[in-house]
């Protein structure tokens, strides 16, 4: 191989080199947007809102998406809501939540102050729904919860009503029971106390009527669950079945001159863009979800087919090319803005970059009339264009239809002002030649990611959220389901502290006999039993306590021992030989007078009276070192020996 071929070879090696160390970074750049968004669904008093990258707060209206980084923050005496799919996140007064990840199988929240209540309707396999407190991150199955995170951060509350949870900190992982409420302390080492529920307060009677308006609505019945904003549909509108589209919601007490997309403002919300926030109180599932029609001189919102988890738009709208149109002149330098509802068959073609997968599933989810292979042939004709952001090739329902092109001002656009008292007339002879564009292509400015009618407010939290989540990946649930353990496993008594791993575990053959004798209702402990504990019935005999006696061995049965709340063998000589004297069992459950020492214990007592002041605080007793046979022998001798 000559010099040349040899330079030839490492430009070709290098040039592949960049190749692949470029690939990922544009791979990930050509990931689809998410198919979900969250929602501020309601608001009751002074609720404020952070958008992502922004410092300041601001007062939130309903109908604002938010996504990946925003924050809410319920001030006093107020109450909000949230909602992501048919999932309803409640609340209540003082308390603060930051988004941290919102995707298609992934939602992750921090509660860094306060109290809420979730009710996930349903969850899909693979999909993960966790929320973040200071000292803990929960995950939650289908349910109903509340959790509640202490300012101080260092306490967590979580009430499981129905449904099942896991808890994940300090390393460990458990599982939590519903009807039981478990207070978490601490942060590297948990302590928590399990109770029964108490009765409901006025924020879960609120959240329990807002719940049961969902349930009972009757839009559940044309549409998805998982499109929020169903449920605002029932007092503003009506169904009416028609023979081409189906059923079809008509609103009602419309002001004059109403059109979809009139009434509201545009702010620009990553990753989609240009994102529409409707003024109405129902304005949300029509805006973002199904098609609009103009029938008998009316508009109705049709809806797409009854599936799970159709995918969300910012807006279901097509654009229009205003340039040269004579708008410029009249705002400005910079041309205008118009757009038009989409009808029933017209395709939808995002402005932002995405796969032809995600198209048609954005289609195919939210109507009825489109198939997969239409929406490939529009995609395909598009990209095309994409140059020019043209969309060629199709033929428009509602174009045509009166007051359906809304135009406004570019300053006005950018601004997120509201559209309605600003809107232009644009003659419907000059819309007809005007192209029909895939987007606006308008660039965001610093005032567009808020509306312009929300003001700054001082409502904001105590401290600032933290900057990131729990210092934890996300996992699956699959991966760590193996590890996690259930309450029954830990508790003897209401309270659980963790003890620390001994440094050597019991022997195998020492292990498989404690389980050999294991019986109903009792708690045998394993590898995590330290010397202290064995030793503590006699410490509590010696110092005088009270301790509770037991309902006879031999007169318990098999039910009884299940369900007895007591724990049967308390004293630290466990031997077989010795293990009926040693248990204290008195004859009735409630008798709480001092047990009546066995033989082996009044040795004990004997032992204590002849050691000096200074030995009997502590046992120190060394069965298992000593070498003898039983440790009735190994007392029996150090009687002796201490008498003389």
């Known amino acids: 191989m000559n010099k040349t071929t040899r330079v030839l070879v490492r430009l070709f090696v290098a040039a592949l080199f960049l190749l692949l160390c470029q690939w990922p970074s544009s791979a990930a750049g050509d990931q689809d947007p998410p198919g979900r968004v969250a929602r501020i669904s309601y608001i009751q008093g002074s609720v404020s809102f952070r958008p992502s990258g922004q410092t300041d707060w601001f007062e939130a209206s309903t109908n604002r998406p938010m996504t990946t980084g925003d924050s809410l923050w319920v001030d006093k005496n107020s109450r909000g ?83 099942a949870a896991e808890v994940t900190a300090g390393g460990e992982s458990y599982g939590l029971r519903d009807a039981q409420v478990y207070t978490f302390t601490g942060s590297d080492t948990l302590t928590y106390a399990a109770t029964p529920l108490p009765l409901a ?75 529409w926030v409707g003024e109405e109180s129902w304005g949300f599932a029509p805006f973002h979800y199904g098609r609009w029609t103009y029938t008998n001189g009316r508009w109705g919102w049709v809806p797409g087919p009854v599936v799970i988890r159709p995918v969300y738009a910012p807006a279901m709208v097509a654009f229009v090319n205003v340039r040269g149109l004579g708008l410029s002149s009249a705002v400005g330098s910079s041309p205008g803005v118009a757009w038009f509802p989409l009808g029933p068959r017209d395709v939808y073609v995002p402005g932002y ?49 009166p007051g359906a092109v809304t135009a406004v001002s570019h300053d006005t656009f950018v601004a997120a002002r509201p559209v309605a008292v600003s809107a232009l007339h644009v003659p419907p002879q000059q819309l007809r030649s005007a192209p029909v564009v895939g987007s606006a292509a308008v660039a965001p400015t610093r005032s567009s990611y808020v509306s312009a009618s929300a003001k700054p407010t001082t409502a904001r939290p105590y401290r600032s959220p933290p900057s990131q989540g729990f210092p934890r990946p996300l996992l699956p649930i699959a991966e760590w389901a193996p590890y996690i353990r259930t309450t029954a496993q830990f508790s003897i008594t209401n309270v659980l502290r963790k003890l620390p791993t001994p440094s050597c575990p019991a022997p195998e053959r020492m292990r498989k006999r404690r389980l050999r004798r294991m019986r109903p209702g009792r ?65 009735r459950q409630g008798d709480s007078r001092r047990p009546r020492p066995s033989h082996v214990h009044r040795h004990l007592r004997r032992l204590a009276q002849l050691r000096p002041a200074a030995s009997r605080k502590r046992s120190n007793f060394q069965f298992g070192e000593t070498g003898f046979r039983s440790r009735f022998e190994a007392l029996r001798l150090e009687i002796r020996r201490q008498s003389g």
Not at 105 to 131: C, K, N, P, Y
């Open 353 to 401: 970059h995405t796969s032809l997968r995600y198209v048609q599933n954005l289609n195919v989810t939210n109507t009825k009339l489109i198939t997969s292979e239409t929406v490939a042939n529009v995609y395909n004709n598009d990209q095309d264009h994409a140059k020019d952001h043209k969309t060629s090739g199709m033929t428009y329902a509602n174009r045509q239809a």
């Open 81 to 163: 809501e949230i909602h992501i799919d048919s999932t309803a996140i409640r609340l209540s007064g003082e308390t603060g939540l930051s988004m941290l990840n919102i995707d298609d199988r992934t939602v992750q929240l921090q509660l860094f102050t306060g109290s809420v209540e979730v009710h996930l309707r349903h969850s899909l396999d693979g999909d993960a729904f966790e929320i973040d407190t200071p000292n803990l991150a929960l995950t939650l199955t289908a349910g109903e919860f509340r959790i509640e995170a202490d300012p101080s951060g260092a306490e967590t509350s979580i009430a499981v009503r129905r449904g």
């Open 523 to 587: 708690v045998c402990p394993l590898a995590t039993t330290t010397k202290a504990q064995h030793l503590a019935p006699v410490a509590r005999w010696r110092s005088g306590a009270q301790t509770t006696r037991q309902p006879s061995r031999r007169r318990v049965t098999r039910e009884h021992r299940s369900s007895s709340p007591w724990r049967p063998c308390d004293s630290p000589l466990r031997s077989k030989r010795l293990r009926k004297c040693t248990t204290f069992t008195p004859a």
């Open 201 to 275: 307060d006025d924020f879960e009677n609120w959240c329990q009527s807002r719940e049961q308006k969902e349930n009972d609505s009757p839009s559940a019945h044309y549409v998805s669950r998982d499109i929020d904003g169903y449920y605002d549909l029932d007092d503003s509108g009506d169904w009416e079945s028609d023979s081409e589209y189906g059923p079809v919601w008509f609103p009602r007490a419309l002001p004059v001159g109403w059109a979809p997309y009139h009434f509201g403002h545009w702010v620009f919300i990553a990753p989609w863009g240009w994102t």
